[in-house]
């Protein structure tokens, strides 16, 4: 149970590394690629802020407050004893995506970003897409708990 947190962060954070570099080494910033038209592009943008390009040349403050969420999410999960496999696949998706943009943030002060979906409102990453789907994950756990206690208690009733 343990395992699968850290290898679900290690995977997507080594993926969320891997794919930057490939853009960085075969794209100019502002250059696009359409790859599926009308469902996903290539764009190469550097994000020197926050989601939305919000509070822009902020980066290495956001990169630490990455590295402060991750030691955060490590100390929460010693604490927890109970139904946690869920809440650590959550919690892994949501890590790999602090550490895949807080180690850009750090190093370069900005993030790489290149996958522009349908209309092309906004552009992403890998980890961006992991900390989407570490929140969705941890949303439908906590809505499963939920379901089973109102369905324990009125069982007991």
């Given at each position: 149970?343990?395992?699968?947190?850290?290898?679900?962060?290690?995977?997507?954070t080594?993926?969320?590394?891997?794919?930057?570099?490939?853009?960085?080494?075969?794209?100019?910033?502002?250059?696009t690629?359409?790859?599926?038209?009308?469902?996903?592009?290539?764009?190469?943008?550097?994000?020197?802020?926050?989601?939305?390009?919000?509070?822009?040349?902020?980066g290495?403050?956001?990169?630490?407050i990455?590295?402060?969420?991750?030691?955060?999410?490590?100390?929460?999960?010693?604490?927890?004893?109970?139904?946690?496999?869920?809440?650590?696949?959550?919690?892994?998706?949501?890590?790999?995506?602090?550490?895949?943009?807080?180690?850009?943030?750090?190093?370069?002060?900005k993030?790489?970003?290149?996958?522009?979906?349908?209309?092309?409102?906004?552009?992403?990453?890998?980890?961006?897409?992991?900390?989407?789907?570490?929140?969705?994950?941890?949303?439908?756990?906590?809505?499963?708990?939920s379901?089973?206690?109102r369905?324990r208690?009125?069982?007991?009733?």
């Amino acid at each position: 149970m343990i395992a699968i947190f850290y290898w679900i962060a290690l995977f997507m954070t080594g993926l969320d590394q891997i794919t930057k570099l490939i853009v960085r080494l075969n794209m100019q910033v502002g250059d696009t690629r359409p790859f599926r038209q009308g469902v996903l592009q290539f764009t190469y943008y550097q994000n020197s802020g926050a989601a939305r390009s919000s509070f822009q040349g902020y980066g290495r403050l956001f990169g630490v407050i990455a590295v402060i969420f991750i030691v955060m999410v490590i100390y929460y999960r010693k604490k927890q004893t109970a139904n946690r496999y869920w809440k650590d696949v959550g919690l892994a998706f949501l890590v790999a995506g602090a550490a895949g943009n807080g180690v850009e943030r750090l190093l370069f002060g900005k993030v790489t970003d290149f996958l522009q979906f349908g209309s092309g409102q906004g552009i992403m990453n890998i980890a961006d897409l992991s900390i989407n789907v570490g929140v969705l994950v941890l949303f439908a756990s906590e809505i499963v708990a939920s379901i089973r206690t109102r369905a324990r208690e009125k069982s007991l009733r």
